[in-house]
T-cell receptor, first 113, second 114 residues
């Protein structure tokens, strides 16, 4: 059972544009929603995370938008740069439990000049 | 300080063999996780350790998989009678408890079963 659905599978954005990746979850017990960035041959690295008590969180060029009623959240990358080309995973977990992460299937982002 | 390290980085084995994968977490991190990432997929949870004990092993696919963390630091994932379907990248992550959600991942071990 896939509890976190992620789209699109791949995304091509022009340099300077906005990259948008969407995720939807099923388990209403989830209360922590991180985004991870992964480069080839490397492990995932935390990019930004949000909890359901806020609808938006911004860190530099990266913004998470969260819609609790729709059980959806998205990652926006402003002014996308070639160095942002990577695979992005959304994830979800239940805090103060074992906090194991349930990941989406990933989005391969390519930023073209 | 050093991040999470995993050894070996690559492991090629034959079907039916036994393998051990090692994870060194960040010093002082009491929580340790193992995930498995198949090609083109997101990581999937295998097992979680809090200290020395396996607090949640619900993600282990079958009894050929076993993991230990005898001193609450280094962990070893053990796979018996490997099958071709076990081929994947095995990721280890650690986090600082209490109440810390950030999991720091290692680079993974790429396991190939021929």
């Amino acid at each position: 059972q896939q509890q976190v659905k992620q789209s699109p599978q791949s995304l091509i954005v022009q340099k300077g544009g906005i990259s948008i990746i969407n995720c939807a979850y099923e388990n209403t017990a989830f209360d922590y929603f991180p985004w991870y960035q992964q480069f080839p041959g490397k492990g995932p690295a935390l990019l930004i995370a949000i909890r359901p008590d806020v609808s938006e969180k911004k860190e530099g060029r990266f913004t998470i938008s969260f819609n609790k009623s729709a059980k959806q959240f998205s990652l926006h990358i402003m002014d996308s740069q070639p160095g942002d080309s990577a695979t992005y995973f959304c994830a979800a977990s239940i805090s103060f439990g074992n906090e194991k992460l349930t990941f989406g299937t990933g989005t391969r982002l390519t930023i073209i000049p | 300080g050093a991040g999470v390290s995993q050894t070996p980085s690559n492991k090629v084995t034959e079907k039916g063999k036994y393998v051990e994968l090692r994870c060194d977490p960040i010093s002082g991190h009491t929580a340790l996780y193992w995930y498995r990432q198949s090609l083109g997929q997101g990581p999937e949870f295998l097992i979680y350790f809090q200290g020395t004990g396996a607090a949640d092993d619900s993600g282990l696919p079958n009894d050929r998989f076993f993991a230990v963390r005898p001193e609450g630091s280094v962990s070893t994932l053990k796979i018996q009678r490997t099958e071709r379907g076990d081929s994947a990248v095995y990721l280890c992550a650690s986090s600082l408890i209490p109440a810390s959600d950030t999991q720091y991942f290692g680079p993974g071990t790429r396991l190939t079963v021929l």
